[in-house]
């Protein structure tokens, strides 16, 4: 009698299992066959039940889900389960209220069934959520000019819809890190809990699903999805500006979220205010929350980025490298990184070395500010570093030698670097004239022909200089 319940026992797990995976595969067919929202909204939360012969029983929540995908997909699913199961396949539809497939996740832990996990297992991998999980905030390079958005978005993901930061409205320029911000808060809350409703999709996107949904007289249900979400990411909200039917479904579907105490995530390239076209009202709720903005890194910020992302391809290049790198592409991230791909790339493909040339080259291909010219400042600048004195003495009436040098060297260099006039190379160095300026550079050709240290000093800064100019 024992050996046979449970030989019936193992029979039931066995036709459970079956089930799964016919209804998986199932799944597979439907999903290249509808559209994302009706897969989510009719289609996900069906479960299998078991499957008895060649009747595959299924979990749906109400009678409506029944009606509902008979009428609108019943070829699809006859025709699915027949490519499955064979000819003689059929489904078998039972209502949850009757025969809840997640009861045991209703009851205390130490009750659980053992299947509970496989169900939870199975919950967590069904939702689309478009994360990527390769942005995350570990990732994520702290910088100035990004501390505040962190900081902000750091706090939702903790704590998603409970802080007064909803909305929260990242803003900044072209590949400052929005998007990966964006990506960040989703994916922590999913880590925190894997049952949450989030999902990541460009205004685009959006205004692309509103219109399907629209010709497919699916308003209601489209509407109803996003408002069922617990965080609601946006980003580039700048491209719904002019998009009149879809900002205003956008406004409802805010409205609800928001009063449900519903986190929502806006990115846009300019702070709410400036999006002329959109509405006062959308204004003034995407302004309820925190805005916080985004600045291109400082270099410091740059190097450190390029070094994370170096390490993340498995390379590993020198200081110089890294700092000439991030000396000449300095307002996008997309480029910095850009930049490493393609080296490694190059480098790879034609087995070539990475060494300084090429890096010149390929910063030269990728960098947006092709013409970067070396300014007197910056000439100054680096001379008075390296002599440790004060940038302001060379420019001033001092006579000290060490100062007197400094100066020299580089009015020297602004005349060989750069196209500036002697006029203008004098007024830099505190409007001293042209004379002057004649002086210092006979006098350094003069110590560079017959010092050999003095030739070696000028040729390293001259370096360090012309690394700063793509
Ligand atoms: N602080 C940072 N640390 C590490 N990587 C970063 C940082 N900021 C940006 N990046 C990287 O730079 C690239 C571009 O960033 P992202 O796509 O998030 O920019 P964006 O601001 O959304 O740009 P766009 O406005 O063009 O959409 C990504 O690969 C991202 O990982």
Partial sequence: MELNQSALNTEKIETE???????????????????????????????????????????????????????????????TVNQVLGPEGKLVYIVYEENDPFEELKQ??????????????????????????????????????NQLARAAALAVADNPGQTSFNPLFIYGGVGLGKT?????????????????????????????EFVEAIQSDRVNEFSAFYKSMDTLIIDDIQFLVGKEKTLDLFFQIFNTLHQSGKQI?????????ELKGLNERLISR????????IQPPDFETRVAILKNKSESFGLELSNDIYEYIAHNITSNIRELEGCLIKLLATSSLNSKEIDFNLV??????????????????????????????????????NRKKEIVLARQIAMYLSKVLTKSSLKTIGLHFGGRDHSTVIHAYNTMELLIEKDGNVKEIIESLKNKIEMSAA
């Avoid at 199975?122 to 478009?130: A, L």
Wanted: net charge neutral.
């Fill in 265 to 273: 995530v806006l990115s846009s390239d300019k702070p709410p205010k």
């Fill in 360 to 397: 010149k080259k390929i910063v030269k291909e990728v960098s947006t500010n092709k013409q970067v010219s070396i300014s007197i400042d910056y000439i100054t600048k680096v001379v008075c570093d390296y002599f440790k004195v004060d940038e302001n003495k060379v420019r001033e009436k």
């Fill in 108 to 145: 205390p832990t130490s009750e659980k069934k053992p299947e509970s996990a496989a169900v939870v297992e199975e919950k967590k991998s069904e939702f689309e959520s478009f994360l990527n999980p390769r942005y995350t905030f570990e990732n994520f390079i702290k910088g100035e000019g």
């Fill in 180 to 208: 990966h911000l964006m990506h960040a808060i989703g994916n922590k809350i999913l880590e925190k809990d894997s049952n949450k409703k989030v999902i990541y999709l460009s205004s685009d996107a959006f205004t692309v």
């Fill in 17 to 79: 299992k079956n089930a799964k995976d016919i209804w998986k595969e199932c799944l597979s067919i439907i999903k290249e066959n509808v559209p994302y929202i009706t897969y989510n909204t009719w289609f996900l939360p069906i479960k299998p039940h078991e499957l008895e012969n060649n009747t595959l029983k299924i979990f749906v929540p109400n009678n409506f889900f029944i009606e509902w995908i008979e009428e609108h997909y019943n070829t699809l699913i006859n025709k």
């Fill in 286 to 293: 995407f302004s309820w929350g925190l805005t916080a903005d």
